[in-house]
């Protein structure tokens, strides 16, 4: 596939994932933070990894904010939405991207122990699953979304 670049607006919510990301590790959470834009490109939803606080393994970032993105939405269905994330989603997040029909994917960091766009699998370009294949964009201001977590994870140590 041919890659799609992050346009300039993309690169500057990737700076509010980051916030939100932010936010999470200071909570105590790994840091990872994802915001979703939508149809008229304003941004409807974040969220920011919560699996700690509220005792919930679903409660990845991806998943949080599309939670709320749909209730904002009042639809289960995020078509013409964009969600930015720090971290390459893993397979449960994948599966609610594809669930979500998010046309759009673009995140900072691969995962490279369970990343499920492109580095371990690619779920979200999987041709055999019956959703609509999103555009994937990775590596955006990856340098920053990794230093943030090998930062957390030097701390824990």
């Given at each position: 596939?041919t890659?799609v670049?992050?346009?300039a607006?993309?690169l500057?919510?990737?700076?509010?994932?980051?916030?939100?990301?932010?936010?999470a590790?200071a909570e105590?959470e790994?840091?990872?933070?994802?915001?979703?834009?939508?149809?008229?490109g304003a941004?409807i939803?974040?969220?920011?990894?919560?699996?700690?606080a509220?005792?919930?393994?679903t409660g990845?970032a991806?998943?949080?904010a599309i939670r709320?993105a749909?209730?904002?939405?009042?639809?289960?269905v995020?078509?013409?939405?964009?969600?930015v994330v720090?971290?390459?989603p893993?397979a449960?997040c994948a599966g609610?991207i594809?669930?979500?029909?998010?046309?759009r994917?673009?995140?900072?960091?691969w995962d490279e122990?369970?990343?499920a766009?492109?580095?371990?699998?690619?779920?979200?370009r999987?041709?055999?699953?019956?959703?609509p294949?999103?555009?994937?964009?990775g590596?955006?201001?990856a340098?920053?979304?990794?230093?943030?977590?090998?930062?957390f994870f030097?701390?824990?140590?």
């Open positions: 596939m890659p670049p992050p346009d607006r993309e500057s919510l990737m700076g509010l994932a980051l916030d939100e990301a932010r936010r590790g105590g790994i840091p990872v933070g994802a915001v979703i834009t939508g149809p008229e941004v939803a974040v969220g920011r990894n919560a699996r700690e509220s005792h919930d393994p990845h991806e998943v949080v709320r749909a209730e904002a939405l009042g639809d289960r995020l078509g013409d939405c964009t969600l720090t971290l390459e893993c449960m609610a594809l669930a979500a029909r998010l046309p994917l673009v995140f900072g960091a122990k369970a990343g766009a492109g580095s371990v699998y690619d779920l979200l999987d041709g055999r699953l019956p959703h294949v999103p555009e994937v964009v590596g955006v201001r340098g920053e979304c990794a230093e943030l977590l090998e930062a030097r701390a824990r140590r």
